[in-house]
């Protein structure tokens, strides 16, 4: 029988404290400062995140400079995002939480404790906050962390978790390769290798427009809804989460537009005005337990008439992102016209070249579609056995590894 103690985060870790709360100038080279929304599920996005001076981040890391096994928090809106430092950092970090954690072992007791449903709602009862939520540091630092008193038994339960964990950072990382590899063919293909006498047409003569549904809340049973909330969470490499859906009840309603695996949806209404989603084009690759998603008026469905893999890389691409900032207007709500589509030309080669692209593309983006899949379900069971191993309901002796 597994014997625990509990200590006060502050008491657990080496110190507790939080990233700066300035903000440095913006600078063309430099040092990275991190933020929340930097956090993703395996990993820092540190391409979106901006440069700083050096004489600035020695200032902020004179407070707060992290080192590896720290593990970084976010303190504000998306509460509870986290990440484990494994390599030695070169950015600095504001507005997050930082536990300050030296022994390995312990580290990662703390990180995936933090994960514990247990912990996820303990965390839920302390948020301030109405417009936007948040955690104090002085919460951060009271948090109670349940150990066993035995290392081993700590050790056990870890290398249980860390299996997990490593097949799904292995399947994410897969991901992001299979990403950058399509990525590329396309700009190669049709981009570089782009030629005066292929054949021109506007965007909206390869495909039809589906306008997403003004749902009132309660709608079909044992489905969701996508929308622009939906699209903001969107993990590149980790699909979408199930909880990144809002679940709908049932209602007659005759004019519901459906969305399933592997269709095309582009962002254009939304009413926080933020600028960096509309235009955003998303394929379907992952969504979760649900056959099929409804699709909400923020959104419109894409509907190519041939070549979806091509219309979907278009979209995606740098050349139509662009484009499409001419596209936005209004003032308190934001819209993509739908203009945007018909005007934007592109000049593509003969079927033989679009078809050996289709069919590599749609081999890469079913594997992506499989691994994410696989991802939920080893994400499901993580968190099925983390709570079982912690509390000492499953007996670490009988666990052959």
Same mark, same amino acid.
């Given at each position: 029988?597994?014997?625990?103690?509990?200590?006060?985060?502050?008491?657990?870790?080496?110190?507790?404290?939080?990233?700066?709360?300035?903000?440095?100038?913006?600078?063309?080279?430099?040092?990275?400062?991190?933020?929340?929304?930097? $956090?993703?599920?395996?990993?820092?996005?540190?391409?979106?995140?901006?440069?700083?001076?050096?004489?600035?981040?020695?200032?902020?890391?004179?407070?707060?400079?992290?080192?590896?096994?720290?593990?970084?928090?976010?303190?504000?809106?998306?509460?509870?995002?986290?990440?484990?430092?494994?390599?030695?950092?070169?950015?600095?970090?504001?507005?997050?939480?930082?536990?300050?954690?030296?022994?390995?072992?312990?580290?990662?007791?703390?990180?995936?404790?933090?994960?514990?449903?247990?912990?996820?709602?303990?965390?839920?009862?302390?948020?301030?906050?109405?417009?936007?939520?948040?955690?104090?540091?002085?919460?951060?630092?009271?948090?109670? $962390?349940?150990?066993?008193?035995?290392?081993?038994?700590?050790?056990?339960?870890?290398?249980?978790?860390?299996?997990?964990?490593?097949?799904?950072?292995?399947?994410?990382?897969?991901?992001?390769?299979?990403?950058?590899?399509?990525?590329?063919?396309?700009?190669?293909?049709?981009? $570089?290798?782009?030629?005066?006498?292929?054949?021109?047409?506007?965007?909206?003569?390869?495909?039809?427009?589906?306008?997403?549904?003004?749902?009132?809340?309660?709608?079909?049973?044992? %489905?969701?809804?996508?929308?622009?909330?939906?699209?903001?969470?969107?993990?590149?490499?980790?699909?979408?989460?199930?909880?990144?859906?809002?679940?709908?009840?049932?209602?007659?309603?005759?004019?519901?537009?459906?969305?399933?695996?592997?269709?095309?949806?582009?962002?254009?209404?939304?009413? %926080?005005?933020?600028?960096?989603?509309?235009?955003?084009?998303?394929?379907?690759?992952?969504?979760?337990?649900?056959?099929?998603?409804?699709?909400?008026?923020?959104?419109?469905?894409?509907?190519?008439?041939?070549?979806?893999?091509?219309?979907?890389?278009?979209?995606?691409?740098?050349?139509?992102?662009?484009?499409?900032?001419?596209?936005? %207007?209004?003032?308190?709500?934001?819209?993509?016209?739908?203009?945007?589509?018909?005007?934007?030309?592109?000049?593509?080669?003969?079927?033989?070249?679009?078809?050996?692209?289709?069919?590599?593309?749609?081999?890469?983006?079913?594997?992506?579609?499989?691994?994410?899949?696989?991802?939920?379900?080893?994400?499901?069971?993580?968190?099925?056995?983390?709570?079982?191993?912690?509390?000492?309901?499953?007996?670490?002796?009988?666990?052959?590894?």
């Amino acid at each position: 029988m597994i014997k625990f103690k509990i200590l006060k985060a502050e008491d657990y870790c080496d110190s507790v404290r939080d990233g700066t709360h300035d903000s440095p100038k913006k600078t063309d080279s430099g040092y990275k400062l991190i933020t929340s929304k930097h $956090i993703k599920e395996y990993g820092l996005d540190l391409d979106s995140a901006y440069c700083i001076s050096e004489k600035d981040f020695n200032k902020v890391n004179e407070r707060s400079a992290v080192n590896i096994n720290d593990i970084l928090y976010s303190m504000i809106g998306t509460i509870g995002l986290m990440y484990r430092v494994e390599s030695q950092p070169n950015y600095a970090i504001k507005n997050m939480g930082l536990f300050k954690i030296s022994d390995e072992i312990k580290s990662k007791w703390l990180y995936y404790y933090l994960k514990s449903p247990k912990m996820q709602n303990y965390i839920k009862s302390l948020l301030n906050g109405s417009t936007q939520q948040y955690i104090t540091l002085s919460n951060l630092r009271q948090i109670p $962390i349940e150990m066993p008193e035995n290392k081993g038994d700590m050790k056990k339960i870890i290398k249980v978790l860390d299996l997990i964990d490593k097949k799904i950072q292995i399947n994410t990382k897969t991901n992001d390769n299979l990403y950058e590899i399509t990525n590329k063919l396309y700009e190669q293909l049709f981009v $570089i290798e782009r030629q005066d006498d292929w054949k021109e047409y506007n965007l909206q003569e390869l495909m039809d427009i589906s306008n997403g549904y003004s749902y009132t809340g309660k709608e079909l049973v044992d %489905t969701s809804v996508v929308g622009m909330a939906t699209i903001k969470n969107f993990e590149r490499t980790g699909g979408f989460k199930e909880e990144g859906f809002k679940d709908i009840e049932p209602i007659k309603a005759k004019d519901i537009h459906y969305a399933d695996k592997f269709d095309i949806l582009v962002a254009c209404t939304d009413l %926080t005005q933020n600028a960096d989603i509309i235009g955003n084009a998303i394929m379907l690759l992952n969504i979760g337990k649900y056959e099929k998603v409804v699709v909400s008026m923020d959104l419109v469905k894409i509907l190519p008439k041939k070549n979806k893999y091509l219309v979907f890389s278009i979209l995606n691409s740098k050349e139509f992102k662009n484009f499409a900032l001419g596209y936005k %207007t209004g003032t308190t709500v934001l819209h993509l016209n739908k203009n945007c589509f018909k005007d934007f030309h592109i000049k593509l080669p003969d079927f033989d070249k679009i078809e050996n692209f289709e069919n590599v593309v749609e081999t890469n983006y079913k594997k992506i579609s499989y691994n994410l899949e696989e991802n939920n379900t080893l994400t499901k069971l993580r968190d099925t056995l983390l709570p079982k191993l912690m509390n000492g309901e499953i007996d670490l002796d009988k666990i052959g590894i």
